[in-house]
């Protein structure tokens, strides 16, 4: 996924997607010869967010950072050398970021911006619309019936 620095609170919103964020994302799918296939963001609508990391535990002798020494075999401490065993902490992420819709300063002029794009429960059938129409013309010409 490409974002464009231009593109605003998409690309501030783009900097704060962490992995396992759930995310929607509109765009156009282009060519690339170094990828493949990349999409250009339009506009993404965050689904849900990961509010947890694994990371290596501390050292139980002094309290460092620990690298893992591979799948199983624990972990050495950074500071003062230190082996031992241990599992990845599960550690809360303070995020930036909340759920909603985040979309390009600037975007094709075939692109429906967000603001005017209407919730579920906002929506209004058509009949209604025709129906309410047809009592206020009536009601502002009496003399003519619908």
Do not use: W
């Not at 929607?24 to 993404?44: H, Q």
């Not at 002029?109 to 009949?127: A, M, Q, R, S």
Request: glycine share 10%; with cysteine; net charge positive.
């Amino acid at each position: 996924m490409i974002v464009y620095k231009e593109t605003g609170e998409l690309n501030l919103a783009a900097q704060l997607l962490k992995q396992g964020d759930q995310v929607e994302i509109v765009g156009a799918v282009k060519p690339s010869t170094e990828l493949g296939k990349v999409i250009e963001a339009e506009r993404i609508r965050v689904v849900s967010l990961n509010a947890y990391e694994y990371r290596n535990p501390r050292c139980p002798k002094c309290g460092g950072p620990s690298e893992s020494l591979g799948k199983g075999k624990g972990f050495r401490c950074k500071k003062c050398g230190y082996k031992f065993q241990g599992e990845k902490v599960k550690v809360e992420i303070p995020r930036g970021l909340s759920l909603g819709t985040y979309q390009a300063r600037y975007y094709r002029h075939l692109t429906k911006p967000i603001f005017l794009e209407l919730g579920e429960e906002e929506k209004i059938e058509f009949e209604e619309v025709y129906k309410r129409l047809r009592e206020i013309l009536s009601s502002m010409n009496p003399k003519r019936r619908p």
